[in-house]
């Protein structure tokens, strides 16, 4: 079945220091990858859309500049989140569709611990 | 935006016993549901999904049943067992689940009883 890889698994860094977070498609090209945000004991919450070739789309409340989304290939969309702090400290999923299947659910990676000194 | 509301937080019953969980959603236009079930520490996993046009669906020991007039839905597992245990969640999205990035309830901590 479809594959979402995502990298890396865990992250520790200072703070003020800017990451990186990849998700790939592995078996198939997705035109539109998601981004959500899940804090210790809390829900999941989509931060924004990662359409290939184009701007993201994101939620309200969520800062375009802090959370830099790049989608330059059908498999790869990647999060960057700059000079981060403490409280950008926590769990970031990523999911993905294969566009060829309208009916097919969303496939998510195994997420990203993100944890800031 | 949409709104997913889900109760109850947290759930215990007793192996062997089944398990209900109910959600709510405000969008009208939302047409798929998924429930995804999460253990600590790791991704989300699609137990089960419905769309719009059904009204219930059911796979092995887990169903799911939508009421569209009323917007809410719910999971039902029968014959729990302890590897049930996990947290549960609902979600809602349009567009097939597709164009949409999914809007999720709070959750739901089952916990099986042995």
């Known amino acids: 079945g479809a594959v979402v890889s995502q990298h890396p698994s865990w992250v520790i860094c200072k703070s003020g220091t800017s990451v990186k977070i990849e998700c790939r498609s592995l078996?198939?090209?997705?035109?539109?990858m998601f981004w959500y945000r899940q804090f210790p004991k809390q829900s999941l919450m989509l931060m924004a859309t990662s359409n290939e070739g184009s701007k993201a789309t994101y939620e309200q409340g969520v800062e375009k500049d802090k959370f830099l989304i790049n989608h330059a290939s059908l498999t790869l969309s990647t999060l960057t989140v700059t000079s981060a702090h403490p409280e950008d400290s926590s769990f970031y999923i990523c999911?993905?569709?294969?566009?060829?299947?309208?009916?097919?659910?969303?496939?998510f990676g195994d997420g990203t611990r993100l944890s800031i000194l | 935006g949409e709104n997913v509301e889900q109760h109850p937080s947290t759930l215990s019953v007793q192996e062997g016993d089944s398990a209900v969980i109910k959600c709510t959603y405000s969008d009208s236009a939302s047409n798929y549901f998924p429930w995804y079930k999460q253990e600590l520490g790791k991704r989300p996993q699609l137990i089960i999904d419905i769309r719009s046009n059904v009204g219930e669906k059911k796979d092995q020991r887990i169903a799911v049943t939508l009421n569209k007039t009323a917007k809410h839905f719910s999971l039902h597992i029968t014959e729990t067992q302890p590897e049930d245990s996990a947290v549960y969640f609902c979600a809602a999205s349009k567009a097939g689940g597709g164009a949409d990035g999914l809007t999720f309830g709070k959750g739901t901590h089952l916990i099986i009883q042995p």
């Open positions: 078996d198939f090209q997705a035109t539109t």
């Open positions: 999911s993905a569709k294969s566009p060829r299947n309208r009916n097919q659910p969303q496939h």
